[in-house]
């Protein structure tokens, strides 16, 4: 069950992605770019971590503990999925080069916004509300997940 500000918060993003090849574009383009984000993010380490072992705490670690703090206000279930999904993300950026992760940001972003311009004919939903550059990679997991599109009505306050 999605609580209702998520409810509204997939409601508003659904609304913009409407196009079955959109959608598509999404499905492929979104679990890149949050992949490049957190591997460009983890390029910019802050502080070793004592006693373990040269390990550093980078802005990639406090952004994803921000982001899936948001997501497990809303609904723990999918900010869990959502904590697993970037916990992921850290180990394979580590073992990717960097001229990769620089063309899977450029591909990625290309086929995100062949999406919108081509099929959707609209411009991109964190364009016209930021919060949509958090709201699309969990809409995304809830798509898999079966938890959206909403069954009956089981939106609780």
């Known amino acids: 069950m999605l609580d209702a500000r998520l409810h509204a918060l997939f409601q508003d993003y659904a609304d913009g992605h409407r196009h079955p090849i959109n959608r598509l574009t ?3 383009a979104i679990p890149l770019i949050v992949f490049h984000i957190v591997a ?6 802050l502080v070793e971590i004592p006693g373990a072992g040269g390990y550093m705490l980078s802005v990639g670690h406090l952004g994803a503990v921000a982001a899936v703090g948001w997501y497990l206000s809303m609904n723990v279930r999918l900010g869990l999925l959502m904590g697993l999904a970037f916990a992921v993300c ?7 080069p960097v001229w ?20 959707e004919k609209n411009r991109p939903a964190f364009l016209k509300n930021l919060t949509h550059a958090l709201v699309g990679p969990v809409f995304f997991m809830a798509l898999l997940t079966g938890d959206w599109p909403p069954r009956a009505v089981e939106v609780r306050g």
């Open 26 to 28: 999404h499905k492929i």
């Open 40 to 45: 460009m993010l983890d390029w910019v380490r």
């Open 90 to 96: 850290f180990p394979i950026a580590a073992v990717t």
């Open 100 to 119: 990769a992760v620089v063309a899977i940001a450029v591909g990625a972003w290309g086929v995100q916004l062949a999406g919108h311009s081509v099929w």
